[in-house]
C-alpha cells in the first residue's frame, strides 16, 4: 500500500503552546492543582494523556474550585474578562494560552464596540472563541453561521465582522459578499487563521494521488470537520477518524490512502494511524 502523508496537517502553532503549557505546568505541579478554563483543545486522545498526568477540567459552573493554590490555563480559544476577573480574584495562576489570533480578534472586537460599531461575528454560536470574543463587546454581538443568515440582517452604518478562526474560508466570503452588498463600508476583519488554509490547501494538492483519505482529529473540532468536509468533495472515500480502531476494513484492501489531520491533532497519533495502516494492509500482526 501506497500512503501518501498531506504536506500539511496536525498541531498548529496555537494549539502545540497551548498543551506544551499544559505539559509545563503538569511538571512543576508541586502539589498544586492544574486545571485548564474547558477542554484544552478539542482532541479525546490528547485530553485523556493530560488528564492521567492530573489535569483537571473548570468550567464557568465550577470557577469556585480554583484558589491562591491552583494554576489555570486558559485554552487556545480563550475566554470572557469577566471570567479572567474571577480567576485573578480568586488568587490561582493564569497561564494564558489563548491563540494570538484570537487574542487579536478580542482587542478588535473591544475597540470596535467602544467606537459604536455593532459587532458580527462568522462562526459557530456554542464554539469557545465565539463565546470569548462576545465578551470584549460585552455580549451585545450578533453571530451567523452562513450567508443565507446575513440575508436576512439589516446593517448599521458602522459594522465590523469578524470570522472565527476555524471559520469555512468559502463561507466567509460569501457572507463578505452579502453583506457588503448591503454596507460597502462595512469593516471585514478576516482572521482565519492561515493553519486551517494551509491544511485546506495541502489536502487540495493530494486530490486525485489515492483511493481514500483518513482525516485525523476530533469528531467535535470544528477545523477537522471542515477538513472532513473539503476531503468529501475530493476523495472517493473519506473517512473522519479519531484513532487507528476506527480505520474500517475497506481501506486495508485499497493500493493507495492519503492521510491528513486537524490543527489539533498530535503528532503520536499521526504516526500510530500510519503505522497500523501499513502493517495491517501488508497482513503482518499488530501487537
Known amino acids: 500500500m501506497k500512503i501518501i502523508r498531506a504536506k500539511v496537517l496536525g498541531y498548529c502553532m496555537g494549539v502545540r503552546r497551548a498543551v506544551q503549557s499544559a505539559e509545563n505546568a503538569l511538571a512543576e505541579q508541586n502539589g498544586n492543582k492544574i486545571f485548564t478554563l474547558g477542554p484544552l483543545i478539542h482532541n479525546p486522545c490528547v485530553l485523556k494523556n493530560l488528564e492521567e498526568k492530573g489535569l483537571k477540567i473548570l468550567d464557568e459552573e465550577n470557577l469556585y474550585l480554583a484558589d491562591?493554590?491552583?494554576?489555570?490555563?486558559?485554552?487556545?480559544?480563550?475566554?470572557?474578562?469577566?471570567?479572567?476577573?474571577?480567576?485573578?480574584?480568586?488568587?490561582?495562576?493564569?497561564?494564558?494560552?489563548?491563540?494570538?489570533?484570537?487574542?487579536?480578534?478580542?482587542?478588535?472586537?473591544?475597540?470596535?464596540?467602544?467606537?459604536?460599531?455593532?459587532?458580527?461575528?462568522?462562526?459557530?454560536?456554542?464554539?469557545?472563541?465565539?463565546?470569548?470574543?462576545?465578551?470584549y463587546a460585552r455580549n451585545d454581538v450578533t453571530v451567523i453561521e452562513n450567508h443565507d443568515e446575513a440575508e436576512k440582517m439589516e446593517l448599521n452604518e458602522k459594522t465590523i465582522l469578524i470570522a472565527q478562526t476555524t471559520f469555512s474560508p468559502k463561507e466567509f466570503e460569501k457572507i463578505v459578499e452579502v453583506l457588503k452588498s448591503k454596507n460597502e463600508k462595512i469593516v471585514v476583519l478576516n482572521s482565519i487563521c492561515s493553519a486551517t488554509l494551509e491544511r485546506q490547501n495541502a489536502l487540495k494538492d493530494i486530490a486525485g494521488l489515492a483511493q481514500g483519505i483518513l482525516v485525523i482529529g476530533g469528531k467535535n473540532s470544528a477545523n477537522t470537520r471542515r477538513l472532513y468536509e473539503t476531503a468529501c468533495t475530493l476523495f472517493e472515500k473519506a473517512l473522519l477518524i479519531q484513532n487507528e480502531s476506527e480505520i474500517t476494513e475497506d481501506f486495508f484492501a485499497m493500493e493507495s490512502v492519503a492521510i491528513t489531520a486537524g490543527a489539533s491533532t498530535p503528532d503520536y497519533v499521526i504516526d500510530r494511524v500510519e503505522e497500523f495502516l501499513s502493517r495491517k494492509s501488508a497482513g503482518k500482526s499488530i501487537n
Open 68 to 135: 491562591s493554590k491552583s494554576t489555570v490555563i486558559i485554552r487556545a480559544h480563550g475566554t470572557t474578562p469577566s471570567v479572567l476577573q474571577t480567576l485573578e480574584t480568586s488568587g490561582a495562576k493564569v497561564l494564558d494560552a489563548t491563540c494570538p489570533r484570537v487574542h487579536l480578534s478580542q482587542k478588535r472586537a473591544a475597540e470596535y464596540y467602544t467606537k459604536g460599531y455593532s459587532v458580527i461575528i462568522a462562526g459557530d454560536r456554542n464554539h469557545g472563541e465565539v463565546v470569548s470574543i462576545s465578551g
